[in-house]
């Protein structure tokens, strides 16, 4: 299966658009924000399919055949609906698809990486009412049920299979070698959720070159998030002037330059050389 494509400019623009007010309204929507990602990825994905995507999280959710209560048991009825009923889980080759970071595939492949099927879970848990929060564990995203100090953690990549103390210490040891600290356990909200979603959409890109359009778009919306790190700009700096847009990618240098003039000067004034030797291209 191809990678999809980006949106003509005027509607990406228009996606952009949106993806910003959502991403610093007061209550950012995590189901809104994914599907926005989507239409940026993806120029087949119009209203309608947007809105197809919301009206199937909504069914799901229906589906879920009461209200639990405690936190393990809306884990369980969670995995019983979507990991077992409906066949969610991810596999290995899950990794090499750009669809596995788009939810409106994820739904109806019902296949993806392990924070894309989190947002699942997490979508149709809280319209049935359920206390759920991603947890960003490092290398594998997962989802929380009830306070964190009496938290049931599940992985929707696995089905939805509740998670032990010593599952959740082996999966950050099998990713960091590190142990698990319990502030790795802290909730995500939606614009860390989203920003981990773009982090892995760039790390497919890096290593497809020729999809240099997909990596753009994903470091410009990373940009519109409120908080994202400084060097993002240099990112994007870059891929403009790798696709031949000079002018703007030197314009992009220069603006990067001038945040690290102030802590340091001989950096911006190796971002300043590059921006000039952009400039000469056009020459």
């Known amino acids: 299966m191809h990678a999809p494509y980006p949106p003509e400019p005027e509607r990406a623009a228009e996606v952009r658009r949106r993806f910003a007010d959502e991403a610093r309204s007061a209550r950012p929507d995590l189901a809104a924000l994914c599907l926005l990602v989507g239409a940026a990825a993806d120029g ?3 209203e309608p399919g947007m809105d197809a995507a919301q009206i199937e999280l909504d069914r799901l959710a229906g589906q879920l055949p009461f209200a639990p209560g405690e936190p393990r048991s809306w884990a369980v009825a969670l995995a019983d609906l979507l990991g077992g009923r ?4 991810g596999t290995p080759a899950d990794y090499e698809r750009l ?3 788009l939810l409106h595939e994820v739904l109806r492949r019902r296949r993806g990486l392990p924070i894309l099927l989190s947002v699942v879970w997490i979508e149709v848990a809280r319209r049935a009412g359920a206390p759920v929060y991603g947890v960003a564990l490092p290398g594998h995203f997962v989802v929380g049920f009830g306070p964190t100090d009496a938290q049931v953690l599940t992985d929707p990549f696995d089905g939805g299979r509740v998670l032990s103390g ?3 210490q082996m999966l950050v040891a099998g990713a960091t070698g590190a142990p698990l600290d319990p502030s790795m356990l802290t909730p995500a909200d939606p614009v860390q959720v989203v920003l981990r979603i773009l982090n892995n959409v760039r790390a497919w890109a890096a290593a497809r070159p020729e ?3 997909v990596a ?9 998030l409120p908080s994202h790190p400084a060097r993002l700009r240099y990112e994007r700096a870059q891929l403009l002037v790798q696709r031949g847009d000079f002018l703007r990618g030197a314009a992009e240098l220069d603006a990067y330059a001038e945040v690290l003039s102030a802590v ?9 050389g590059q921006a000039r030797a952009a400039r000469a291209m056009l020459n």
Request: glycine share 6%; charged share 25%; net charge negative.
């Open 44 to 46: 087949t994905l119009d």
């Open 86 to 89: 409906h066949g969610f889980h």
């Open 99 to 101: 669809q596995s970071s």
């Open 166 to 168: 010593g599952d959740a």
């Open 211 to 213: 999809r240099s359009d």
């Open 216 to 224: 753009l778009w994903a470091v410009e919306l990373s940009l519109l």
């Open 264 to 272: 340091d000067e001989a950096a911006a004034d190796q971002m300043r």
